[in-house]
């Protein structure tokens, strides 16, 4: 004899009818059709949804005060992207201070981590609240560093252990 | 434990509970690092002297009052050495600290970073947040002539890059200014280390990211480079290299330690030319002459052809080789020209007036021929022809009336008629040229950087590279059709791998005899020296 059986209780009659929980169902959907107070559905575009400030979406890039970006070059953010969407080719600007000269982020390849955000050690490149993104070509989707210094959509909060619904 | 008696060569001590026997005269040091420990340190570089005034390498030894430097402390017969303990990685955290008091945390924007020794020891084993509160000091930057830029800030005072130019370069260049707190490295004149033949070396020994590299100024990430054996191509001596590349392109040469060629050094002459590696305009195809020009092919649609015209034999048979090609590349070629019945194989290499030795380890020279196989190509029994800038030389095969068969040299003094004459022109080559113009066949063929092979250096050291790069488009080693078509001429079994091409060179040349891939190593070994395999 095995050394466990678990004797199972054969259900009643009453618990094998779906009659009453049906019922309960189409209950809570007819209420629902006759108070609308709590909708779900938003009226998009008339109505602007409300995105939560951790949203993680459309890069922005920081600039100083006088219009340069903040960016270094350091290489952290291509070596951290798990989807390799980042392209950076350094050198120096003007001022002898390194600067990425070419700096491109594919928002198709992108998956949307934030990794590139956390492991930035100047601040420079966020994801974005942001979602509306829709362009006429593919290669449009490849934001160069004129078009992230341009976004004007708020950059994203990081998620904050204290603070951990971000209020 | 430890008790070899007072005549020995050897003493035997005890590191972190191993124990390690090691020759007299070793410090503690160098014995860890027998062991695999790599104790911490800055000042110390085995091509140098030892200040032992970085302080980093610190280690307890049982019995002795102090912690001893373990750069130039020597091991003792039984001595009981602590590279962990609580004393010894106190005083290292300690230290570490020290130097981050001034040291700045600029490492997005060094060019150090990722193979910064203070990064490293930092991220090991120092504290978890600074202390300081004082502002650091600022000198800025500098620039120390050459190629060789100096950031203030971030030395540490190992002073490797003083002591190199004082002994091994032995041309004084750099000193330490001021005194404390403020002591730095400076020049003694204007132009720095502007014309030192050595000077790259002190980037490389750099710990830090004080000496960087104009050249290689924000080019690329230190985590981004892949690293690769190879041989500097570019003169006789054969110095021992890692090209380091990414994107498909070599990003700078650094030198790999070979004591019996180039030590831990290499020469700036070398160090900065490598662009020639990265060219885009290449041969991509094989190319096969038509009326009208050439037309593109694949390699079947190349070689059957080619066959067929060899086989023909189409009068007497001349070659023109480069000394930029491997042994087995050169191998195979003589014995293709073998296999046509024999010929006379030339080849043109350039040569300098003067060599650059390196006064403190004179062995290492920026030799003569600016060339990597000069010798194997002697060795093969093809004789210079050509001046000493590599040029002219041929012109008696431009007129060549029978078979003539080019090899790597791109012929870049000859014009589109050269070769018209010959009854049949096979050039293999990586880059379009004119001189190919008149060629009956173009195969494409990689370059050093890109394939594996062998190079033999002035004193007949056979070392061998690794392929960085891949090569372009359809182009192949040269050793592969070359053998390839001899093989078939003969009727014989190609070799479809390098180290079979290699001992091919062999049966060629009685120098290459008893060589092989396996014997060779990453040291490389003199020809006809170890007879390691037996013969035949």
Redesign the interface.
């Given at each position: 004899m095995p050394a466990t059986v678990k004797v199972m209780r054969r259900p009643e009659a009453g618990e094998t009818s779906y009659l009453r929980a049906t019922l309960k169902g189409m209950a809570l959907t007819f209420k629902h059709l006759i108070s609308p107070s709590r909708t779900a559905t938003v009226q998009y575009p008339e109505e602007e949804p409300t995105i939560s400030p951790r949203w993680r979406g459309t890069h922005v890039m920081e600039t100083h005060a006088d219009g340069r970006p903040k960016c270094v070059a350091c290489g952290l953010c291509p070596t951290v992207c798990p989807a390799n969407c980042i392209r950076l080719v350094g050198g120096e600007d003007d001022m002898g201070n390194r600067y990425p000269i070419v700096y491109e982020i594919d928002e198709f390849r992108c998956i949307f981590c934030g990794m590139c955000q956390e492991v930035c050690p100047v601040e420079a490149i966020h994801v974005g609240v942001h979602f509306e993104n829709a362009e006429y070509t593919r290669e449009r989707f490849v934001y160069d560093l004129d078009r992230l210094m341009e976004q004007d959509h708020p950059s994203t909060l990081l998620w904050d252990p204290s603070d951990p619904r971000s209020e | 434990m430890g008790d070899n008696g007072h005549d020995s060569d050897t003493v035997t001590l005890t590191i972190d509970g191993l124990e390690v026997t090691v020759p007299k005269g070793t410090t503690i040091l160098q014995a860890a690092e027998a062991l695999g420990n790599r104790i911490p340190h800055y000042c110390y570089h085995p091509g140098l002297s030892a200040p032992a005034q970085c302080r980093l390498c610190l280690v307890e030894v049982e019995g002795a009052p102090k912690l001893a430097p373990s750069c130039v402390t020597d091991a003792q017969d039984g001595q009981v050495v602590h590279t962990e303990s609580e004393s010894a990685k106190g005083m290292r955290q300690g230290v570490l600290e020290f130097y981050l008091a001034n040291h700045p945390l600029d490492?997005?924007?060094c060019d150090q970073?990722g193979e910064c020794k203070l990064q490293d020891y930092v991220f090991e084993e120092g504290r978890k947040h600074g202390r300081s509160r004082e502002p650091k000091r600022v000198f800025g930057?500098d620039d120390f002539g050459g190629d060789v830029l100096f950031y203030g800030d971030r030395c540490v005072m190992c002073t490797r890059c003083v002591r190199f130019m004082d002994e091994m370069a032995q041309d004084p260049r750099l000193t330490v200014v001021e005194r404390g707190n403020r002591s730095i490295i400076d020049t003694f004149f204007e132009e720095g280390v502007e014309g030192s033949p050595y000077s790259g070396n002190i980037v490389d020994i750099c710990p830090v990211g004080a000496l960087v590299s104009k050249d290689f100024?924000?080019?690329?990430?230190a985590?981004?480079l892949d690293h690769t054996p190879s041989i500097c191509p570019n003169c006789s001596q054969g110095c021992n290299i890692d090209l380091h590349t990414r994107d498909n392109l070599v990003q700078r040469l650094k030198p790999r330690p070979n004591l019996d060629v180039n030590e831990y050094w290499m020469c700036d002459y070398g160090r900065h030319r490598y662009e020639w590696m990265n060219r885009g305009d290449r041969i991509e195809v094989p190319l096969v002459r038509r009326d009208d020009g050439h037309e593109a092919t694949d390699w079947p649609g190349v070689l059957e052809p080619l066959l067929e015209s060899l086989r023909e034999g189409k009068g007497p048979v001349r070659a023109v080789a480069s000394p930029f090609v491997s042994n087995e590349a050169l191998a195979a070629l003589a014995s293709l020209v073998e296999a046509l019945g024999g010929g006379e194989i030339v080849f043109r290499s350039a040569r300098a007036d003067t060599e650059i030795p390196l006064p403190g380890f004179p062995k290492l020279t920026r030799r003569h021929d600016l060339v990597p196989n000069r010798r194997g190509a002697e060795i093969l029994g093809m004789t210079r022809v050509g001046s000493d800038d590599g040029s002219s030389g041929l012109d008696e095969l431009a007129d060549h009336r029978g078979t003539l068969l080019v090899l790597g040299d791109e012929l870049a003094d000859l014009g589109p008629d050269f070769g018209a004459r010959a009854s049949l022109y096979l050039y293999l080559g990586s880059h379009p040229t004119p001189a190919a113009t008149a060629a009956d066949f173009v195969l494409p063929i990689t370059t050093h950087a890109e394939e594996e092979g062998t190079f033999t250096n002035y004193e007949g050291r056979v070392q061998r590279f690794w392929p960085a790069l891949q090569g372009p488009g359809a182009a192949r080693p040269a050793w592969l059709p070359l053998s390839l078509l001899a093989a078939r001429m003969e009727g014989t079994r190609s070799p479809s791998r390098v180290d079979e091409a290699f001992l091919r060179a062999g049966e060629l040349a009685p120098e290459f005899r008893g060589l092989a891939y396996e014997s060779i190593g990453t040291r490389g070994a003199l020809v006809n020296e170890p007879a390691v395999l037996p013969e035949g």
């Open positions: - | 490492c997005p924007i970073s930057r100024l924000h080019k690329a990430r985590w981004d």
